[in-house]
């Protein structure tokens, strides 16, 4: 219960914030990226991350984990159908398309699904 | 709640939304038009002061101003802004014109070579009407003087026809003309048998008479020898042709004709059947002569038919008289055709031992 | 079915009066526009951008604030006022900017393809959700470029040409598999997202009294919920909302009211 109350303590935030902060407790889910294409693979592919965290931040850890060049596009797909809003977090797709503790994205240098 | 029930709802609030929220419409489209015109009147405003400033410049240079031409200059200004508007809106009907022109150019040069292409395919047409319509007649013609030849023909046909019918009876009139004829002419034949056989019984009568009284004078006299009487043969051969006469006895006292007919034995003599006064001798001399003994003592040889190779023993003709056969001593028997003279068959007859 | 086209156009033609205001000396900074609800900034604000650059002579990307609030691009017009304007004053006034664009917090959509992907993307999560992506997969390029340009150019019946079929549920299936809905707390930008039937296990259809129980929490728990300026009735159908009251891009946005 404790947490729970931190964890809604942190929501009850500003009204006009942007992003919440980061509750005490930290939810952790694992995500599974795998590439799409003539996209570089990635060594270590499975990664636990906060389920916080937003599909911008995914992006920019592959963009940095891949030392891709910033003028470089990066498109993250979700099974295999569509690309999540990049202000999406993590725990709303797993809510919606994970399963397990398990959530797998696909990511592309190019437009793979539109 | 039904489904209507929050349906409603949900549709009256959203109404009192849109009526709340579209209050500033109409002023915010106002806005835009303001603003807008503000736009074009101030690029207009831009647009008139640079000029000002051009002719400004160039009045400048030329020397000293008087107000009353500024404000000449500024008139003419306006008169000039108002020509060059006038002059680019005549620009642009001008080249709207021409367009319009070329297009109606191009749509004319189609037309006429459309109208170029009917007018073609109408002259084919039309000759093409002309070649059926001479056509038509010449087989109009042809039909005419088949329909002519045709009536022609049926009337033959049937003037042919009547004719035909006239000739048939015609035939059967004939036809019974004749049968009658034929009937009469066989009663009239009929009647002079009658007469004939009548003639010929008083005839022979009284030769049976005559005779009688002859063998009753001859009895009375003591001769064996044998009297051939007269033999009047054209009596005989009369007598021969007509039918029902009956041939009476008589013993001949006179040789007629006495004639050598074969070198050495005559073993047989036979009268043909069918032809007059021919006769047929076989003898020792192994041949079968033909003779014949016309009127009077007349003789004359007619064939000689040879092949036996002994000597001829009898002699017949078959009932046509075209063929003799003969038996002989050689054992066998031939027949000779009368006209050609030639062997026909020749019959041998071997007996066995028994 | 989404076949209530009373309700369909009303929801469609909701349109809120913005006051855009640039931060300088000259009072002709202010420029009016009446906002669809239902189209993204990205979509509308060319007139804007085109007025104020007349003044302003920066070639920056424009963004505009409301409160100091960055407005994001690509959420619909009518979720953003809904969130942040809690008194719903009109007209809306909207801050103009034009440099320190907020990359943190804003995406750029620096021309149309960008956001027409972007709404598409949305449009294949909502249909992956209701049939398992087996209707958006059926239609053409060109339906989706007719979805995207009869929001953009405002031709209702251009749209719903095309999104009625990925309204449509079969004879056999009694409503879509999930509901695609968003739910925004009270909280800024942050929603929820997660799988919603729109029947409950014994087969009976939910109302939005049943979603606002799912996204309880012990701490709080939402009262009602609103969406397009109005606040719904509990006892609304799920099935019957998402059909008609989503937005252009298939989803739900609720804006969850608590006490």
């Given at each position: 219960m404790t947490d729970e109350n931190q964890e809604n303590s942190s929501l009850g935030v500003e009204r006009l914030s942007i992003q919440p902060e980061k509750p005490a407790e930290i939810v952790k889910i694992d995500i599974l990226l795998n590439a799409v294409g003539n996209s570089p693979i990635m060594k270590q592919r499975k990664w636990t991350v906060d389920w916080m965290k937003d599909i911008s931040w995914v992006s920019k850890f592959i963009h940095k984990y891949l030392k891709l060049d910033s003028e470089d596009k990066l498109f993250l797909y979700i099974n295999q159908t569509f690309a999540p809003s990049p202000d999406q977090i993590l725990k709303n797709l797993y809510e919606c398309y994970g399963s397990q503790n398990k959530l797998s994205l696909h990511y592309s240098i190019s437009p793979a699904w539109g | 709640m039904t489904e209507n029930d929050f349906r409603n709802i949900i549709l009256k609030r959203l109404t009192e939304r849109n009526v709340r929220e579209s209050k500033f419409e109409e002023m915010v489209y106002y806005t835009h038009r303001m603003l807008e015109r503000n736009y074009e009147l101030k690029s207009e405003n831009l647009a008139i002061t640079l000029e000002n400033e051009k002719l400004r410049k160039g009045i400048d240079a030329g020397g000293g101003i008087d107000l009353g031409s500024i404000a000449r200059i500024q008139s003419l200004e306006k008169k000039l802004l108002e020509k060059q508007e006038e002059l680019m809106d005549l620009h642009k009907r001008k080249s709207d014109h021409q367009s319009m022109i070329i297009d109606l150019n191009v749509k004319v040069s189609d037309l006429q070579k459309q109208i170029e292409h009917k007018n073609i395919s109408l002259n084919e047409?039309?000759?093409?009407?002309?070649?059926?319509k001479a056509e038509v007649n010449l087989l109009t013609v042809k039909v005419g003087k088949l329909e002519e030849l045709n009536s022609t023909l049926k009337d033959e046909h049937t003037a042919l026809h009547l004719l035909f019918g006239s000739l048939e009876e015609k035939l059967k009139k004939t036809q019974a003309e004749n049968a009658q004829l034929l009937e009469r002419l066989m009663k009239s034949k009929a009647k002079d048998a009658e007469k004939m056989n009548e003639e010929n019984e008083t005839f022979l009568r009284k030769k049976n008479d005559a005779m009688k009284r002859e063998l009753a004078e001859a009895m009375g006299s003591d001769s064996n020898t044998i009297l051939s009487p007269p033999i009047n043969e054209d009596a005989f051969f009369h007598g021969c042709s007509a039918p029902n006469v009956f041939f009476g006895d008589e013993i001949p006292n006179k040789v007629h004709m006495k004639f050598d007919s074969n070198d050495g034995e005559v073993n047989a003599v036979r009268w043909s059947p069918l032809m007059e006064r021919m006769i047929a001798t076989g003898g020792a001399d192994r041949k079968v002569k033909l003779w014949d003994v016309g009127k009077g003592n007349t003789y004359e040889l007619r064939g000689n038919l040879i092949g036996s190779n002994q000597a001829v023993t009898s002699l017949d003709f078959d009932s046509t008289g075209t063929l003799i056969l003969a038996s002989s001593n050689d054992y066998a028997s031939r027949v000779w055709g009368i006209n050609d003279h030639r062997l026909r068959v020749s019959i041998n007859i071997v007996i066995l031992s028994i | 079915m989404a076949n209530d086209r009373e309700v369909l156009k009303v929801v469609w033609e909701g349109k809120i009066p913005a006051k855009f205001v640039i931060d300088s000396n000259d009072n002709d900074e202010v420029y009016y526009l009446n906002l669809p609800r239902i189209s993204y900034f990205a979509l509308c604000t060319d007139k804007v951008k085109k007025h104020f650059q007349r003044h302003i002579e920066k070639e920056d990307d424009i963004w505009f604030s409301y409160m100091d609030v960055p407005l994001k691009f690509h959420i619909p017009i009518g979720v953003?006022?809904?969130?942040?304007?809690?008194?719903?004053?009109?007209?809306?006034?909207?801050?103009?900017?034009?440099?320190?664009?907020?990359?943190?917090?804003?995406?750029?959509?620096?021309?149309?393809?960008?956001?027409?992907?972007?709404?598409?993307?949305?449009?294949?999560?909502?249909?992956?959700?209701?049939?398992?992506?087996?209707?958006?997969?059926?239609?053409?390029?060109?339906?989706?470029?007719?979805?995207?340009?009869?929001?953009?150019?405002?031709?209702?019946?251009?749209?719903?040409?095309?999104?009625?079929?990925?309204?449509?549920?079969?004879?056999?299936?009694?409503?879509?598999?999930?509901?695609?809905?968003?739910?925004?707390?009270?909280?800024?930008?942050?929603?929820?997202?997660?799988?919603?039937?729109?029947?409950?296990?014994?087969?009976?259809?939910?109302?939005?009294?049943?979603?606002?129980?799912?996204?309880?929490?012990?701490?709080?728990?939402?009262?009602?919920?609103?969406?397009?300026?109005?606040?719904?009735?509990?006892?609304?159908?799920?099935?019957?909302?998402?059909?008609?009251?989503?937005?252009?891009?298939?989803?739900?946005?609720?804006?969850?009211i608590y006490e």
């Open positions: - | 047409q039309q000759k093409l009407n002309q070649m059926l | 953003i006022y809904d969130l942040l304007v809690s008194d719903n004053s009109l007209p809306w006034q909207i801050n103009v900017h034009f440099n320190k664009f907020p990359e943190d917090i804003l995406f750029k959509f620096p021309n149309k393809d960008v956001i027409e992907s972007h709404f598409l993307s949305c449009l294949k999560e909502a249909d992956f959700l209701k049939h398992k992506g087996q209707v958006i997969c059926q239609l053409q390029k060109k339906d989706h470029k007719q979805l995207f340009l009869g929001l953009q150019n405002d031709k209702f019946d251009q749209f719903w040409a095309v999104n009625r079929r990925l309204m449509e549920t079969t004879e056999q299936e009694n409503g879509f598999k999930n509901l695609p809905l968003r739910c925004y707390t009270d909280d800024g930008y942050s929603y929820l997202q997660k799988l919603i039937t729109p029947l409950t296990e014994k087969g009976q259809k939910k109302t939005l009294k049943d979603l606002l129980v799912e996204f309880s929490t012990p701490a709080k728990k939402p009262v009602g919920a609103k969406t397009h300026g109005i606040e719904v009735p509990l006892e609304t159908e799920l099935q019957w909302l998402s059909e008609t009251l989503s937005y252009p891009d298939n989803f739900l946005h609720l804006c969850l």
